[in-house]
């Protein structure tokens, strides 16, 4: 409800320093900004969550970690293709508002889909308290950023990317400091081959009794997490088209059919409806019981990454 409260008052400090025009092309910008999060790195955000518990029972958080890794690194090489095609097309068009605005969004979009996979993740190892702390920490410094920003160095709506790619950095080393120590399975090595001390006058039988059988552990086939996230995550990737398509359908008709001054107020009517909804909402869940899956994740609340790639992207990038 913090974050609901604060964006509200956002909205009031933007438009004190943002003309109606200025203000529509950040919504833009904003709406623009959802989609490397709709269609990638939300959908895979629920696949890491289902998976999580999986991999601790089995073990293998080490080959899970890896596996994630390797997902986001290719996402983020999409976003960042995609962003400077995007910029170059907008350079050599002679549009350098969109140029700028396609490569901060394509690295913010990386930076903090990144941070929020581990907000999930350590949410759901109960280290809900320090990832409560770091969401909403970060939360609260991309508005301060963006207000601070625009008040000291100037009124350009690309000002407020660039704060909340600062305030998504910051967490970054921030949390680059507690996630391992939420996950020490992870990053501590193991020493899986240990030396027994053996007494100097305990006899050790060098051959063992003939109807002795030791039976040998048979290790866990370690499942292939990358192929696994990615095929339980592709429906919410159609999902997301639709889901984008119609967020942004609104905004664009309004920019094609009337003009970015429309957009702007259109933007802050639907931005305080939404989120007084969301507040509505969020204050029912608190006398509401939520069922828990296995591992500890709550079943459909704030244990689930849609709260960083729908709705939360929603929040501040809308």
């Not at 320093?17 to 833009?28: K, M, T």
């Not at 997490?225 to 997301?240: A, E, H, N, Q, V």
């Not at 939404?274 to 609340?301: C, D, E, K, M, R």
Request: aromatic share 14%; hydrophobic share 40%; charged share 10%.
């Amino acid at each position: 409800m913090l974050s609901v409260l604060l964006v509200i008052a956002t909205t009031k400090f933007l438009t004190t320093f943002l003309s109606e025009a200025d203000y529509g092309q950040l919504a833009l910008y904003n709406i623009t900004a959802t989609l490397p999060s709709t269609f990638f790195f939300g959908p895979v955000g629920q696949g890491i969550l289902r998976f999580y518990p999986i991999a601790k029972e089995k073990q293998q958080l080490g080959a899970f970690h890896r596996a994630y890794n390797t997902l986001h690194s290719y996402g983020a090489k999409a976003a960042l293709a995609a962003g400077f095609f995007a910029a170059l097309t907008c350079w050599f068009t002679g549009n350098l508002n969109w140029a700028i605005a396609s490569v901060l969004i394509a690295v913010a979009s990386i930076v903090y889909s990144r941070n929020t996979y581990r907000y999930g993740l350590q949410n759901a190892a109960r280290k809900r308290t320090l990832a409560l702390g770091l969401e909403t920490g970060e939360r609260v410094l991309q508005q301060v950023l963006a207000v601070a920003l625009l008040w000291f160095l100037t009124g350009n709506p690309l000002i407020v990317l660039a704060g909340y790619l600062v305030a998504s950095v910051l967490f970054s080393f921030v949390n680059g400091y507690y996630y391992p120590k939420s996950f020490p399975e992870i990053f501590t090595p193991t020493h899986p081959h240990t030396h027994t001390p053996t007494h100097p006058h305990t006899h050790t039988p060098t051959h063992p009794h003939p109807h002795t059988h030791t039976p040998t552990p048979t290790p866990t086939p370690t499942l292939s997490y990358t192929s696994d996230i990615l095929k339980y995550s592709w429906p919410f990737i159609l999902f997301g088209v639709f889901f984008w398509i119609q967020n942004a359908s609104e905004r664009w008709t309004l920019e094609f059919l009337c003009d970015t001054e429309t957009v702007g107020r259109y933007a802050v009517l639907n931005q305080i409806g939404f989120q007084s909804l969301n507040l509505l909402f969020g204050s029912i869940s608190y006398f509401v019981p939520h069922p828990v899956q296995p591992g500890g994740q709550p079943a459909g609340t704030a244990g689930s990454l849609s709260m960083q790639t729908g709705s939360t992207d929603n929040i501040f990038w809308s």
